[in-house]
């Protein structure tokens, strides 16, 4: 038992249980990190390692404030290539990087009192006036790249479905393009459901235990 309690807390991994835990790394300061490096380096050797083990549901445990652009896709890549079942549990909120991150699981089911925020993100550029007009374009594709993550699970949502006859991609990015140039879009969990950025919401009395959820 102290070797399953040490794994969780010391590698974010139950082998056992097929279980991962997603959150900023604990460090000398109070604030959370968000997704980082070092975020990203040990979840992608917690799944590979799960996913190397056997072709089983794997349950991730998500409670992230969003973060880095690149450490946050790597998470995502390394999500899109497991072989196995995929499925992410959001606690307290799914925003910037990390709404983006739950789009790569197989099933993204989120807790009642969870929300969910996306936006066009922070620009990072910095340095001479090369530097930035290149970083500009490199984020302009970022941002295309983002949209269409979203528009891909959005577009089979229920609002999509009720409020067009016919869908296509256009219709569900110029959509998505107004809401977020308006600033930071929150939706509670059922608002993230019923725009199809999420699943389902938990509720204790539709599931059983945690484990059903895979």
Known sequence: MNDIIESIHGQSIDLKQREIYLHGHHGPFDDDPGVEYRMATTFIKNIRH?????NEPILIHMHSIGGNWGDGMAIYDAIKLCR??????????????????????????????????CHYGNSGSSGNYL?????????????????DIYKEKCKKGKYFQDKYQTINDDKVVKFLSRKMKDGDWYLSSHEAVYYGFADSVITHRKYGSITSLK
Do not use: C
């Open 84 to 117: 196995s079942h995929v499925t992410i549990l959001v606690y307290g909120q799914a925003e910037s990087m990390s709404s983006i991150i739950l789009q790569a699981a197989d099933a993204r089911i989120m807790m009642p009192n969870a929300y969910f925020m």
């Open 131 to 147: 530097d930035t007009q290149n970083w500009a374009k490199f984020e302009a594709k970022i941002l295309e790249s983002m949209i």
């Open 50 to 54: 799960l996913d190397y083990l056997k």
